[in-house]
């Protein structure tokens, strides 16, 4: 069964103050890695998908990166406007798509 | 505009009341799922649907009934609610099991 862990639960940054968040991961056979964010109210929306050990993307301030055993995401110099809840989900190749973790709520002060 | 509509947005109902949350893809995609989101839970996967007439279940399918009779619909059914299926629920669509998922904005139940 696979399984995804995310930490920190919640995380508070000044504007500018760069962090991590944390994915970790157990798949039998992973096929992909997804980053999502989601806003109070609205549905998950689609960041990065990770194939393979190694593999980084990166979108405006956000880098994403991928070991055999977890994901990073890294925020640099966040702004408010970064203020939400990132997913992370794993997929292993079955047709059920997607499990995905409890989600992290970054919270960015100006 | 490639989207993913559900309906209702808000729906509150008494329990044992049938009830359906419609789910309608215009992105031609095979794979679509129901999903339920609950605090400390993360999103939970009801059911699947690989394509037309194929449907499965997911982790949590209890209470819940899925059709796909069009590629572009995928409608889940309560057919008598209870308070513990009190959730936010989001519907998603994928062009293969893989790939990124686009989901609904959301369906807020709640059984009384």
Same mark, same amino acid.
């Given at each position: 069964?696979?399984?995804?862990?995310?930490?920190?639960?919640?995380?508070?940054?000044?504007?500018?103050?760069?962090?991590?968040?944390?994915?970790?991961? &157990?798949?039998?056979?992973?096929?992909?890695?997804?980053?999502?964010?989601?806003?109070?109210?609205?549905?998950?929306?689609?960041?990065? &998908?990770?194939?393979?050990?190694?593999?980084?993307?990166?979108?405006?301030?956000?880098?994403?990166?991928?070991?055999?055993?977890?994901?990073?995401?890294?925020?640099?110099?966040?702004?408010?406007?970064?203020?939400?809840?990132?997913?992370?989900?794993?997929?292993?190749?079955?047709?059920?798509?997607? &499990?995905?973790?409890?989600?992290?709520?970054?919270?960015?002060?100006? | 505009?490639?989207?993913?509509?559900?309906?209702?947005?808000?729906?509150?109902?008494?329990?044992?009341?049938?009830?359906?949350?419609?789910?309608?893809?215009?992105?031609?995609?095979?794979?679509?799922?129901?999903?339920?989101?609950?605090?400390?839970?993360?999103?939970?996967?009801?059911?699947?649907?690989?394509?037309?007439?194929?449907?499965?279940?997911?982790?949590?399918?209890?209470?819940?009934?899925? =059709?796909?009779?069009?590629?572009?619909?995928?409608?889940?059914?309560?057919?008598?609610?209870?308070?513990?299926?009190?959730?936010?629920?989001?519907?998603?669509?994928?062009?293969?099991?893989? =790939?990124?998922?686009?989901?609904?904005?959301?369906?807020?139940?709640?059984?009384?």
């Amino acid at each position: 069964e696979d399984q995804v862990t995310q930490s920190p639960e919640a995380l508070r940054l000044q504007e500018g103050e760069s962090s991590s968040l944390n994915c970790s991961y &157990t798949v039998s056979g992973l096929r992909g890695l997804f980053w999502y964010r989601q806003d109070p109210g609205k549905g998950p929306e689609f960041l990065f &998908t990770l194939y393979s050990a190694g593999e980084e993307k990166e979108k405006e301030r956000l880098k994403a990166t991928l070991t055999k055993k977890e994901s990073f995401l890294h925020i640099t110099a966040p702004k408010p406007e970064d203020s939400a809840t990132y997913l992370c989900a794993v997929n292993s190749g079955s047709a059920r798509q997607l &499990t995905f973790g409890s989600g992290t709520q970054l919270t960015v002060l100006p | 505009e490639a989207q993913v509509t559900q309906n209702p947005r808000y729906l509150i109902t008494v329990t044992g009341k049938k009830l359906t949350v419609t789910c309608s893809q215009n992105m031609n995609h095979e794979y679509m799922s129901w999903y339920r989101q609950d605090p400390g839970l993360g999103l939970r996967q009801i059911y699947y649907s690989m394509n037309v007439e194929v449907t499965d279940k997911g982790d949590v399918p209890e209470g819940y009934k899925v =059709s796909r009779k069009e590629k572009r619909n995928f409608p889940l059914i309560l057919e008598s609610p209870s308070p513990n299926q009190t959730s936010l629920y989001f519907c998603a669509s994928s062009l293969e099991g893989v =790939s990124e998922a686009f989901f609904g904005q959301g369906t807020r139940l709640t059984v009384v």
